[in-house]
């Protein structure tokens, strides 16, 4: 059988376990976990994986929520060099199926107590109790009418895999326009991510990251926990996210680093104004936020609430969740940032392709391009869909925004959001942001619909605020005095609450 090049995220879980084996690498409920712990946990997951005829070049899924299940299993896949495939754990069966089916996933690890009736029967269905507190509760799934193993070894045979030809990860995007398609990331993707993230952020041995994020995700993947395997910190699990919850951990587990999606700090900025306004997390150093567009008066505000560097990135799963990131102590309110070392960025506006500025403002907006060793190898079995998003190299990302002469990116939104009427282009983002400042609403969403005269009118739905009280006319008159006449919000819609995947980020398709 052909050798594969040690996993680099396998090979950074060594090495912290090697230099911190007694240090705590997982606090989940009043649990807590050394990085020794959890090595032991993964060789033994590992050693039986292999018994049952899991390989190098299988594809497997995870379907879990955080947890040190979803950890080991993650960690366990990554030794046997298995190509992962995170699924989100809030997925129904139907959405399910379609990511197994795609993915030609050889097998799918959850939790003891899921019921995966309508997907497979399984040849197999192991409980594979490792006796870690709580118990390590897994079944594994593992579907006969894929091909085998030996098969797809047997492809493999004749050379050495290297690590840019080899895929760690297929993760699925949001499917925000249509039904998800894997990206497939590379172990050299990979290795250039959790190599740049961690000096960014200067995460230290003594930091403790709460993690809220879905570890099925890749800015809790590859952010949160190989970051904090590459600093020898710990993190604190949460399963899913909960303001008031996040802030007693926070608190009582002295956490430092808060990396999370803007919608988590707003609620949990909410949660603390509860508490008054002198309330403070006093053990906190740093924020991160990504994911999702950061208004600009939730970026201050949580600045001056919290009292600490808020760093706001851009990037997407395509893209192995890197491209820019706007430094405290450099940053521009509205930007997110400069290139990391190694990312080139471009802006393509009327056929033409620029890696300068064509001149600050919305004037000069095209669509984002990026190039660079973060660049997914493509979707996973279509190449019609990859053609269409990689071309020389170059990423075209659907976001639309621009250059200022320093090298700072600016996002106004999404090109597939982008509302035409009458001719005149209105993006969501800045509606959204003007409605924010309304105190009453808690959270918006922007969208364009059908317009028999205009082409297209712009509707606004709005959450409001726990108690809170705001009529369409009020917010109409208050868009009046921030808005040109043409971006006016033409109807209104009021919501309990915005339909989100588990990143935060709004699904518009879901609104209309």
């Not at 707003?266 to 991160?288: A, H, N, P, V």
């Not at 969403?445 to 317009?451: I, R």
Request: with cysteine; proline share 4%.
């Amino acid at each position: 059988m052909s050798q594969l090049k040690q996993s680099p995220l396998f090979k950074l879980f060594l090495d912290a376990c090697c230099k911190h084996p007694q240090k705590t690498f997982l606090v989940f409920g009043s649990h807590s976990f050394s990085y020794s712990d959890i090595q032991r946990k993964v060789s033994q997951l590992s050693e039986k994986l292999a018994q049952v005829g899991l390989r190098q070049g299988d594809r497997v899924a995870i379907y879990l929520f955080n947890s040190p299940e979803f950890v080991v299993s993650f960690l366990a896949l990554n030794c046997l060099g298995i190509t992962v495939v995170p699924v989100n754990p809030l997925l129904k069966e139907e959405e399910i199926e379609h990511i197994l089916s795609d993915s030609q996933a050889r097998a799918l690890l959850a939790h003891r107590e899921t019921k995966i009736t309508k997907l497979a029967q399984p040849h197999l269905a192991l409980n594979l109790d490792l006796k870690l507190e709580p118990d390590l509760e897994l079944n594994l799934f593992r579907f006969d009418s894929l091909q085998s193993a030996d098969q797809e070894s047997s492809d493999q045979e004749s050379s050495e895999q290297d690590l840019d030809s080899t895929a760690a990860l297929i993760v699925y995007t949001s499917g925000t326009t249509g039904k998800p398609k894997g990206a497939v990331l590379s172990y050299a993707n990979v290795a250039f991510t959790i190599e740049s993230y961690p000096h960014r952020f200067c995460l230290k041995q003594d930091d403790m990251l709460l993690g809220v994020l879905p570890l099925c995700h890749l800015y809790g993947l590859l952010v949160v926990l190989a970051g904090a395997m590459k600093a020898g910190c710990g993190i604190v699990l949460m399963k899913q996210f909960d303001a008031a919850e996040a802030i007693l951990l926070l608190r009582s587990e002295a956490v430092s680093v808060l990396p999370a999606v803007p919608t988590m700090h707003q609620f949990i900025l909410m949660e603390l104004d509860k508490e008054g306004k002198e309330s403070r997390l006093e053990s906190l150093r740093l924020c991160t936020t990504g994911g999702a567009a950061m208004p600009r008066d939730l970026l201050v505000a949580l600045k001056e609430r919290l009292r600490v560097p808020v760093l706001e990135g851009y990037a997407l799963t395509e893209t192995t969740v890197i491209a820019t990131l706007n430094p405290e102590g450099d940053a521009r309110l509205g930007s997110v940032g400069t290139a990391f070392p190694g990312i080139e960025i471009a802006i393509e506006k009327d056929g033409i392709r620029s890696s300068r500025s064509f001149g600050d403002g919305e004037s000069e907006v095209g669509e984002i391009l990026l190039k660079g060793a973060c660049i997914m190898k493509g979707y996973f079995n279509n190449a019609a869909a990859t053609a269409e998003v990689i071309k020389d190299g170059w990423f075209y990302t659907g976001d639309l925004g621009y250059l200022d002469a320093d090298g700072y990116l600016y996002i106004v939104g999404r090109s597939k959001e982008l509302i035409v009427r009458g001719g005149l282009n209105i993006y969501p983002r800045e509606i959204e942001e003007v409605l924010l400042r309304l105190p009453a609403i808690a959270e918006c969403a922007v969208v364009g619909v059908p317009d028999r005269y205009m082409g297209e009118r712009v509707k606004a739905f709005i959450v409001l605020k726990s108690g809170a009280c705001l009529t369409e006319d009020e917010i109409k008159s208050f868009c009046k005095i921030h808005l040109a006449d043409y971006k006016m919000p033409r109807a209104i819609e009021f919501l309990d609450k915005l339909p989100r995947n588990s990143t935060g980020k709004v699904l518009k398709r879901l609104l209309c």
